[in-house]
């Protein structure tokens, strides 16, 4: 499985853009991209996949370019609530099952 | 609609002991996965079950062991318990179809503290 690398920690203020770099050099042409968020004491929360382009929820956007070496994860607004530890993950879900493999992370600080 | 529980939610144990940890995945969902995640750092996988029978394996020692039921609720049992057990345990599951993958949801977890 691909490895990552993002940034270890984050600030930023309520009501900010907040966009959070992913690397992945060594992705594979089966791997799709995850991000889950994880708030201290409970479990990590699914927030969006994506292949390459442009994914988007009701949450967050996620934004892959061509080459698919990087990702960027935009959460749009952020507030209080969304300061949490935010992973990225590579893997090839179908295949993948269960073994989700995470780095450390980039904690977000939201600030009022 | 109840998502993934488990029990307990927190523990303490003394090295040496063994300890059970249990889960019971979403209604419908075949595979369960157990993590551990120790403070500050990213969640490790430990297991993964489908259909009762191990479908992944991580890189703990053999005092790590599990087992899923009929049911597809699944137990984790530590062995032999080290300082270095101590960690939140988490629980997934996902799969309602023939294939054991697609989202993972994750349980609130169960806090071991091995003194």
């Known amino acids: 499985l691909a490895k990552t690398t993002q940034p270890i920690s984050m600030d930023s203020y309520e009501g900010q853009e907040v966009n959070i770099t992913c690397s992945h050099n060594?992705?594979?042409?089966?791997?799709?991209i995850t991000w889950y968020q994880q708030f201290p004491s409970q479990g990590p929360r699914f927030i969006i996949q994506?292949?390459?382009t442009k994914v988007t929820n009701e949450v967050a956007s996620l934004f892959i370019p061509a080459d698919r070496k990087s990702s960027t994860l935009s959460l749009p607004r952020v507030s209080l609530s969304d300061t949490a530890v935010y992973y990225c993950?590579?893997?090839?879900?179908?295949?993948?099952?269960?073994?989700?493999?995470f780095g450390q992370g980039t904690e977000l600080s939201v600030k009022p | 609609d109840a998502g993934v529980t488990q029990s307990p939610t927190h523990l303490i144990k003394t090295r040496g002991q063994q300890v059970t940890l249990r889960c019971s995945p979403i209604?419908?969902?075949?595979?369960v996965s157990w993590y551990q995640q120790v403070l500050g750092q990213g969640p490790q996988f430990i297991f993964q079950?489908?259909?009762?029978?191990?479908?992944g394996r991580g890189n703990f020692p053999d005092r790590f062991s599990a087992r899923q039921f009929p049911n597809y609720s699944s137990e984790l049992n530590v062995n032999a318990l080290l300082l270095g057990d101590s960690a939140l345990y988490l629980c997934?599951?996902?799969?309602?179809?023939?294939?054991?993958?697609?989202?993972?949801?994750f349980g609130p977890g169960t806090r071991l503290t091995v003194l």
């Open positions: 997934a599951s996902s799969g309602t179809g023939t294939s054991p993958g697609g989202e993972q949801f």
């Open positions: 060594n992705i594979a042409t089966n791997d799709y």
């Open positions: 994506g292949y390459k």
């Open positions: 993950l590579v893997g090839d879900p179908p295949n993948q099952g269960g073994k989700l493999i």
């Open positions: 209604s419908g969902h075949k595979s």
């Open positions: 079950y489908y259909e009762k029978e191990e479908r």
